[in-house]
């Protein structure tokens, strides 16, 4: 919804600005990256495919010159950073928790005031999507400069804004900002939840395999026991005679 009430503004506003929207390009050279990984395991590929995709991203990064610093929500990311020598910005735990809801908003605050002030050139969400059994659902969003919605028709008639029309279009991008934000932590929690649900159940299906085998194996053994011990009875019953 407030994609579509940016989008019908910016139809009516020809050259628009905001500093939100403004890019600034490579001045700094460093660019906020926020991870969102599980506090638990036992759910796949789930954190596996993320890292190695963050790992790429930090690699290139530094390869041109660029500081990254990484947000990270969940403990798995927490230690995968600690193994790889990488010091965390910020670190959040307990996903799913109610008080997780203040740490976002403290977050997202967090980000919009340090690229306002020109503290970094951009900010990105790195975070699996919840697709299923998609061979490579992790992706990297940006979050700052926020997009503005692609625009290709025009109307002639303009809106009266109250307040301002100034007003009205800051609230617009700091509401779609945290909008895409929650909807990125929101989206990981699910597909931390499908990952950890398709696993168990490959696990399960493993499980029965291997006691179908070895109930196999079993009845084998013990058929050749009883065979074994009727071949001594019919021989002794012989020798007997």
Known sequence: ECTRILSEIIKRNDGLTHPLIAEHGDTKKIVELVIFSSDKGLCGTFNENLFKKVASFISSKKAEGVSVNCHVFGKKGKGYLKRQGLLAAKEFTGIGKPEMDALIADEIASLVGKYSSGECDQALLAYNQFKGASADPVIFKRLLPATPPDVKKRYGIDYIYEPTKEEVVDLVINE??????????????????????????????????????????????????????????????????
């Open 176 to 241: 779609t900002i945290s909008s895409s934000f929650r909807l990125a932590y929101l989206e990981s929690a699910a597909a931390e939840l499908l990952s950890r649900m398709v696993a168990m159940e490959k696990a399960t299906k493993n499980a029965g395999d291997l006691i179908g085998l070895l109930t196999m194996q079993y009845n084998k053994a013990r058929q050749a026991a009883i065979t074994r011990e009727l071949v001594d009875i019919v021989g002794g019953a012989e020798a007997l005679k």
